[in-house]
């Protein structure tokens, strides 16, 4: 299994990728999937809506970026390459706005 990363709303194209998220997720039952818990106590897992696999849909549709870290699913890299091929959301920006979310918030707080 692999933790997926969405982009957050002041990154550039993060107001885009939430929206993709509550597309998909708004008022319906949500089913996790625990995988692991990360350095910060946070819960790492798949979120899954009926059959759809969020995290998957997120990474294909370009809305999301696989956490390296914890990335232990072949597949959703796969997804990440073919999105990025297609220029898919986030992978259509210029290159200097593409930025893992977990280092855009690593600059935030060094700032």
């Known amino acids: 299994m692999a933790k997926t990363d969405t982009l957050k709303h002041r990154q550039p194209y993060g107001t885009r990728a939430w929206q993709a998220l509550a597309d998909m ?6 089913r996790l999937v625990v995988v692991d818990t990360d350095r910060y106590g946070r819960t790492v897992g798949r979120v899954f809506v009926g059959r759809t696999d969020v995290n ?11 956490y390296r870290q914890y990335a232990h699913d072949p597949a959703l890299l796969v997804l ?30 060094h700032r």
Do not use: H, I, N, Y
Not at 104 to 109: A, D, H, K, S
């Open 25 to 30: 997720t708004f008022r319906q039952e949500a």
């Open 80 to 109: 990440e390459q073919a999105a990025r091929d297609d220029q898919r959301g986030l992978w259509a920006l210029p290159e200097a706005e593409q930025m893992p979310p977990w280092e855009w918030r690593r600059q935030r707080r």
């Open 56 to 66: 998957a849909a997120l990474v294909r549709r370009g809305a999301a970026w696989v």
